[in-house]
């Protein structure tokens, strides 16, 4: 099955700074990658996802890039404020919608 | 999303007990999953069922079984609690082409905490 890694498992930077979470995944045959955002005590929520025809996707201050070569994704926040600050996942799926999730990473945005 | 409803939301019991969490969604999708979350393990799939007649073994299902009684409810039971099973569980839903985000986005319900002394 499908193998997801997710570094770092947490990252601290300074508010307008920007953060990068990195995944990996072993399934070649994984076409789609969604990151979920989940804030404490509450459920993840999709914020940006991308399909294995795109190298890149935008939306305000995220952005998410996908190299299928080398089998990692990667999201990028831009312009950090402190209600960015929670834990991050991504996933990866192939076209039967069962997902695998990275471990997690806890974004800390310092005032 | 208030579309996925899970009850309980929290719960304590027993080593031993049989325990029944269940979800409920308004959505209209046919494809249903149970998660469970443990600290720096992210999100493991427990069962997952693409409609009604269909029930499917997740990487995690030990121990877990479930029903799948319409194409809203989707209940995931624990027959003989064990403390190792103290976790926060979701529940989840996709749809098809067309919907959302994309065909393949899922969304959660609000979670389940259970403690299993």
């Known amino acids: 099955g499908e193998n997801v890694e997710q570094h770092p498992s947490t990252l601290s930077v300074q508010e307008g700074d920007s953060a990068v979470i990195k995944c990996t995944y072993s399934d070649s045959a994984s076409n789609y990658f969604p990151w979920y955002k989940q804030e404490l005590g509450k459920r993840p929520q999709l914020i940006i996802d991308i399909r294995s025809n795109v190298g890149e996707k935008k939306d305000q201050r995220i952005a998410v890039t996908l190299n299928k070569t080398a089998k990692h994704f990667s999201l990028h926040i831009t312009e950090t404020q402190p209600e960015d600050s929670a834990v991050y996942f991504c996933?990866?799926?192939?076209?039967?919608?069962?997902?695998?999730f990275g471990s997690g990473t806890k974004l800390n945005v310092k005032p | 999303d208030a579309d996925v409803t899970q009850t309980p939301r929290n719960r304590i019991t027993k080593t031993g007990k049989r325990i029944m969490l269940e979800c409920s969604q308004t959505k209209g999708h046919d494809r249903m999953y149970w998660y469970r979350q443990d600290p720096g393990l992210g999100l493991r799939l427990i069962y997952y069922?693409?409609?009604?007649?269909?029930?499917n073994k997740g990487e995690i299902s030990d121990g877990y079984s479930v029903s799948r009684q319409a194409q809203a409810k989707f209940s995931l039971s624990l027959e003989s609690a064990i403390p190792n099973q103290t976790a926060l569980y979701f529940c989840?839903?996709?749809?098809?082409?067309?919907?959302?985000?994309?065909?393949?986005?899922?969304?959660f319900g609000p979670g389940t905490r259970l403690t299993v002394l």
């Open positions: 989840a839903t996709s749809g098809v082409a067309g919907e959302g985000s994309g065909p393949d986005t899922q969304y």
């Open positions: 996933a990866a799926s192939r076209r039967i919608n069962k997902f695998y």
């Open positions: 069922s693409f409609d009604v007649k269909d029930i």
